[in-house]
């Protein structure tokens, strides 16, 4: 076991509905699947590169991703996240490559289906993902890198509070090339009263 893991965070409610983050499960196929599939266009030019892309978002794919991510997490390298909109699956956010010692540090990513983009729900599943890592988890710094095209995941991490900090050029492999990224971080002392808590006061969430 490590500290923070396994952990259900949320709900908080925007205008949409409540939105909570918990571990995926085995019975999260079907669903993840679905959407994995109807979004194929709208998720693959952000994602990295892979192989078929219908085969690789199989229901059947999905027990092994499933493994793997259970896996890591219990090692403690990985905090793989679920996002649910009044309970049913609308996406995933991963905190990933956790190192602990003096640098107490990992990235974070997410992707939220189409039809349930644009109401808050990447923010607030970042918001409750942040409070949680840098409270029961023990980080100090989260990072994020996003292609410069992104704008709306530019603007899920501006909302959050994270930083600019640099451009990685030809960083990371996504949707057939090596592709530039902005870094965007976040260190503990930044956000003293924590990002949920920002997030209400600037009105764009409540607690239930
Ligand atoms: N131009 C400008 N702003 C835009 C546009 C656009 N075309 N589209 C959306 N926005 C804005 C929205 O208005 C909103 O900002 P606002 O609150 O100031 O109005 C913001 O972008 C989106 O905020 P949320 O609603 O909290 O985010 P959402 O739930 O829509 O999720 C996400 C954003 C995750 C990027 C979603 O679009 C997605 O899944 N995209 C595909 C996968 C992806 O790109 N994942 C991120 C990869 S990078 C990373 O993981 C660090």
Request: overall charge positive; some cysteine.
């Amino acid at each position: 076991r490590h500290p923070g893991w396994p952990a259900r965070l949320g709900p908080l409610l925007v205008t949409a509905g409540r939105v909570a983050l918990r571990p995926p499960r085995l019975r999260d196929a079907a669903a993840w699947s679905e959407v994995r599939l109807r979004d194929r266009d709208y998720l693959r030019r952000w994602e990295p590169t892979g192989g078929d892309w219908n085969q690789r978002n199989t229901s059947t794919a999905w027990f092994g991703q499933w493994g793997a991510l259970r896996r890591m997490a219990r090692r403690g390298h990985v905090l793989p996240f679920v996002i649910t909109l009044d309970d049913a699956l609308v996406g995933q956010l991963t905190v990933g490559n956790i190192i602990r010692g003096a640098l107490r540090s990992g990235w974070i990513g997410y992707w939220v289906s189409r039809s349930s983009a644009g109401a808050g729900v990447a923010t607030t599943a970042v918001a409750l993902a942040v409070d949680h890592c840098f409270g029961p988890v023990g980080l100090h710094r989260l990072e994020a890198t996003v292609r410069p095209e992104n704008t709306p995941s530019v603007r899920v991490l501006e909302k959050s509070g994270f930083r600019r900090e640099g451009l990685f050029e030809r960083y990371l492999d996504v949707a057939g090339a090596w592709r530039d990224h902005l870094v965007y971080a976040l260190t503990r002392e930044e956000i003293p009263e924590g990002a949920v808590p920002a997030l209400i006061r600037a009105g764009r969430a409540e607690r239930p």
